[in-house]
């Protein structure tokens, strides 16, 4: 039995400008639950290696570019439970740390030309549907069993928060989140930042999820350039927002750190 118990903690950021408008800010930490199998990369894979396990599958396919934490979480995932792993990869060949790591952990990679890729469907039936042991994961582990592993954030939560932060690509943790505060009856107010430019789509691929039409806020104009970038002008929004009184005083505010190889303390530093 695959055993998926872990632990994120939550911790409080100490700056005195929070204490100067009575703030609380907290961050969860999602980002310390596995060095590799990281933040919400855990949280995705979650119930879909359970349902793997159930369907007596060990052969987990997916999808993913070529600097894909998802991918690498896969793979390390498959190294822990014993289960083999494939990875289609979009775009022409390359090497680079993270596809290095994969190879480490046993993962098969197959370079895929992007229009093929686009039909991921067509690519798993192509090369895997006489395979029995196959389990597919769509690209960035998106789906069903990713929304319920992520609604797991809010019924771990050590206190009620007025505020809640996250970032967002394909908008499946944000559906598992707001579907919990939902389902608790909580009077959080979600907010929704899109890493990727124009990402007022992900409105689209979260109704797809939701249980209940709750309400959220989606901040389209902080993506500052993509995955993993930041600029000193996103820093000076964060801290902006408290200067200028945005959260009443006593506010509780709670960012998700959803993980990935790169840490947290460059961000922190920026508080200093």
Known sequence: ????????????????????????????????????????????????????????????????GAYSNHILATAAAGAKFGLNTTAF??????????LSFCKIYGMQLIFTDRETYKNKSKL?????????????IDEGGAGKEAELGCREIVKELKQNYDHLFCAAGTGTTSAGIINEIANQNLNTIFNMIPVL?????????ISSLLEKNHQYEIHTDYHFGGYAKTQTQLIDFIKDLAEKDFFQHGSKILMIHTGGIFGILGMLDKFK
């Open 124 to 136: 798993f039936q192509e090369h895997y549907e006489e395979n029995q042991n196959a389990y597919f």
């Open 89 to 98: 990869i979009r775009g022409e060949e390359v090497e680079n740390e993270i």
């Open 197 to 205: 430019k124009g990402g007022s789509f992900l409105k689209d691929d």
């Open 1 to 64: 039995m695959i055993n998926l118990e872990f632990y994120s903690p939550e911790e409080k950021v100490e700056y005195p400008l929070f204490e100067k408008k009575g703030i609380e800010l907290y961050i969860k930490r999602d980002d310390l639950i596995h060095p590799f199998i990281s933040g919400n990369k855990w949280r995705k894979l979650k119930y879909n290696l359970l349902k793997a396990e159930e369907q007596k599958k060990n052969h987990l396919i997916t999808f993913g």
